[in-house]
């Protein structure tokens, strides 16, 4: 299976905070960055693996700073890790208000994603290959969490 870079597969996203996406504050509701966090990394992994892929698990998430209603979120979404039916994603958000034209850092993420082939059994991935010193850190760091990770599916999927 061909490797893959890490710029093959990049993803960003811009999204506008509607009134339907806001609580009382005018603020937004976590769950819809959550999902469009979610949005961001599932086309940069089904972009690297080109197969169907589910999202296996998404490590912690801290909101960092409100967004309010009219201001634009910006998600950018790379492959950091890849082993061997699954990648990490990471996931970066952004938000700007556009009348002052500011950026505040509102939450990071990682994903991870299990592809799937013939009878939605997990299925082999392509390889990353981190080019660039940043992709480097990023591989490794990915590979600690993976460690880590799985840890904590195995105490959280006991009977
Ligand atoms: C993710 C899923 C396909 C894994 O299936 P499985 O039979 O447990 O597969 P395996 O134990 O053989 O693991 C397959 C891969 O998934 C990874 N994986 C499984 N559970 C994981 C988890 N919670 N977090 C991170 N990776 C996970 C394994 O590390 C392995 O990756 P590798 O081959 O790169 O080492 C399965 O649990 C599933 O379908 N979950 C539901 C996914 C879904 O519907 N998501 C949408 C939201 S509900």
Same mark, same amino acid.
């Given at each position: 299976?061909?490797?893959?870079?890490?710029?093959?597969?990049?993803?960003?996203?811009?999204?506008?905070?509607?009134?339907?996406?806001?609580?009382?504050?005018?603020?937004?509701?976590?769950?819809?960055?959550?999902?469009?966090?979610?949005?961001?990394?599932?086309?940069? =992994?089904?972009?690297?693996?080109? +197969? !169907?892929?589910?999202?296996? #698990? %998404?490590?912690?998430?801290?909101?960092?700073?409100?967004?309010?209603?009219?201001?634009?979120?910006?998600?950018?979404?790379?492959?950091?890790?890849?082993?061997?039916?699954?990648?990490?994603?990471?996931?970066?958000?952004?938000?700007?208000?556009?009348?002052?034209?500011?950026?505040?850092?509102?939450?990071?993420?990682?994903?991870?994603?299990? =592809?799937?082939?013939?009878?939605? +059994? !997990?299925?082999?991935?392509? #390889? %990353?290959?981190?080019?660039?010193?940043?992709?480097?850190?990023?591989?490794?760091?990915?590979?600690?969490?993976?460690?880590?990770?799985?840890?904590?599916?195995?105490?959280?999927?006991?009977?």
């Amino acid at each position: 299976m061909k490797e893959k870079e890490v710029s093959d597969s990049l993803v960003t996203m811009t999204e506008m905070v509607l009134p339907t996406h806001t609580n009382s504050l005018n603020s937004i509701f976590g769950g819809v960055i959550m999902s469009w966090i979610d949005i961001a990394a599932a086309i940069c =992994a089904q972009r690297h693996c080109q +197969k !169907p892929v589910v999202t296996a #698990s %998404i490590d912690d998430l801290h909101f960092i700073q409100p967004v309010y209603k009219g201001w634009i979120v910006n998600l950018k979404a790379c492959v950091n890790f890849t082993a061997n039916t699954s990648v990490e994603v990471g996931v970066r958000v952004d938000a700007e208000n556009p009348i002052e034209g500011e950026t505040f850092h509102t939450a990071s993420a990682y994903l991870t994603f299990v =592809a799937l082939g013939e009878g939605g +059994k !997990p299925s082999q991935v392509p #390889s %990353i290959v981190p080019v660039t010193d940043e992709e480097k850190r990023r591989f490794e760091a990915a590979q600690k969490r993976r460690q880590w990770r799985l840890e904590r599916r195995d105490y959280f999927s006991k009977k």
